[in-house]
Nanobody, 126 residues
Framework: QVQVVESGGRSVQAGGSLRLSCAASGLPSRTNAMGWFRQAPGKEREFVAGISWTGDIINYSDSVKGRFTISRPSAKNTVFLEMNSLKPEDTAVYYC???????????????????WGQGTQVTVSS
């Protein structure tokens, strides 16, 4: 059984930083692409950042590029999201997601990810 668990969300002032962590267990392979998504109240879930299993292919949404950094230890189903210069509009529930196929590519679409965590709340106050 695959489990995806996020941690690290909390309330922070604008301009502050947070580090989210995600660990996926029960996967038969360590070659699945992983990603972070977020969902604000009343809005659709949106892509934030994704990383390949090798860690060398990374994609960011335009809204977080230059402020957020995704990383992944070599050959592990663990991923981190370092968030700097946080803004009130970054407030959302952040979800970690894993693609279902080995050697999968990074993808920005919600529908292409098979396994999801329960989410962790990030609140940025002005």
């Amino acid at each position: 059984q695959v489990q995806v668990v996020e941690s690290g969300g909390r309330s922070v002032q604008a301009g502050g930083s947070l580090r989210l962590s995600c660990a996926a267990s029960g996967l038969p392979s360590r070659t699945n692409a992983m990603g972070w998504f977020r969902q604000a109240p009343g809005k659709e879930r949106e892509f934030v950042a994704g990383i390949s299993w090798t860690g060398d292919i990374i994609n960011y949404s335009d809204s977080v590029k230059g402020r957020f950094t995704i990383s992944r230890p070599s050959a592990k189903n663990t991923v981190f999201l370092e968030m700097n210069s946080l803004k009130p509009e970054d407030t959302a529930v952040y979800y970690c997601a894993v693609r279902g196929n080995p050697y999968s590519a990074v993808n920005t679409s919600v529908a292409t990810y098979t396994y999801w965590g329960q989410g962790t709340q990030v609140t940025v106050s002005s």
